[in-house]
């Protein structure tokens, strides 16, 4: 059966990754430049997803380590949790952390930035076109 992974496979060999590099590839061999937009564009929202996401998690970190925090009596209050979470989630996503190899084309893009990725680079591509819709009969 081919949905399922052989017999003795570890998770990794039936885990889904692509590098930057394959994405590339994948996008001139499906002619994907016909959506007007630019590789640089599409390396840039790959890197401010990421930036986003890494956001997100150290929000949801301290939001959680603060919280630990009060349960165990050593916080001051919910207005502590909620002060770490805003601090940290008000930093622009724009800004690229101080990871060197950002834009890395050997940068692993697992299942799930594909799949984001894609949207958003659909909602960049189609931001301006009205859809038509059929006739009403």
């Excluded at 992974?5 to 994907?32: E, V, Y």
């Excluded at 724009?94 to 060197?100: I, K, L």
């Excluded at 930035?113 to 009969?137: C, D, K, M, Q």
Aim: one cysteine or more; glycine letters at 4%.
């Amino acid at each position: 059966d081919v949905s399922e992974p052989a017999t003795g496979a570890d998770a990794k060999s039936t885990q889904f990754a692509m590098t930057l590099a394959q994405f590339t590839r994948l996008w001139q061999d499906c002619n994907m430049a016909s959506l007007n937009v630019s590789l640089a564009t599409v390396h840039r929202i790959f890197a401010a997803m990421r930036v986003q996401h890494e956001l997100e998690v150290a929000a949801a970190t301290a939001k959680r380590n603060v919280n630990l925090e009060s349960q165990l009596g050593m916080g001051d209050d919910d207005a502590t949790a909620a002060g770490a979470a805003a601090a940290v989630t008000t930093t622009t996503t724009t800004t690229a952390p101080d990871d060197v190899d950002m834009y890395s084309t050997n940068r692993p893009i697992l299942f799930r930035e594909f799949v984001e990725g894609i949207a958003r680079i659909a909602v960049f591509a189609f931001s301006g076109v009205t859809p038509r819709l059929a006739p009403a009969e």
